[in-house]
């Protein structure tokens, strides 16, 4: 992993809570082996170390996040649930407490035509995680959460030739739509509409985090 991340900003003098923090209230999704959470400052050096690891950015950045890029990201998984009541999740192994995902709904606002109608959720998984069906588990689970919570349709995006990512999208009920260019970059767009009524298959709470912000 790059040493980069431990000279991230979580490390830098002068953080501490701030009377006007931002507190938002995330809903915290369990299921049999995880536990999906809002985010929190601790959390920086593994979200950077796991979106550094050119394993798990293979199909879904450019390059390996710098430390910078690791901490900007972070801040918009809290601003996403502080603006637009949904966002992202950490992801927790129950067994080991390990942080080993980020799940969630953005509205990125893509440079995509047509643009993209409704949510879109996006996973990544770290590698020692992978190929236990962690993926699809906590897919669901969003899902889930999100049928109850958010507009009838979302939508994903993804490369050609991931084909993990494609096969839980298909299981999850994601179908393809067909092929768009973003940043001269083929991606497969695909879309799924909400099952009403559906129940959790797990428990739901909510957590409230409260953001640190420098003096």
């Known amino acids: 992993m790059s040493s980069a991340v431990d000279e991230g900003p979580e490390h830098a003098p002068g953080l ?12 915290v999704v369990e299921t049999e082996r995880l ?19 050119p394993e798990v950015t293979r199909f879904i950045a450019p390059a390996p996040a710098t430390a910078e890029e690791a901490w900007a990201r972070l801040l918009r998984y809290a ?4 603006m637009m009541g949904y966002g992202y999740w950490a992801v927790e192994e129950k067994a080991s407490g ?3 995902a980020d799940i969630g709904f953005a509205d990125h606002r893509r440079a995509i035509v047509p643009v993209l109608d409704g949510p879109e959720i996006g996973w990544v998984l770290a590698a020692s995680a992978a190929g236990r069906g962690y993926a699809t588990e906590a897919v669901e689970a969003a899902l889930a959460w999100s049928d109850q919570n958010l507009a009838a349709r979302t939508n994903c995006i993804i490369a050609p030739d991931h084909a993990a990512s494609l ?18 970059a083929p991606l497969v767009v695909l879309a799924r509409t909400a099952i009403p009524g559906r129940a959790l298959q797990g428990t739901t709470s909510t957590s409230t985090v409260m953001w640190e912000v420098p003096l």
């Open 16 to 27: 501490r809570i701030h009377p006007s923090a931002c507190v938002v209230d995330v809903p």
């Open 79 to 82: 601003g996403h649930w502080a």
């Open 98 to 100: 390990r942080y080993i």
């Open 35 to 53: 536990t999906l959470r809002g985010h929190r400052l601790d959390d920086f050096r593994f979200l950077a170390a796991m979106w550094a690891d």
């Open 167 to 184: 096969n839980v999208a298909r299981k999850v009920g994601y179908r393809p739509e067909g092929t768009r260019l973003y940043h001269r």
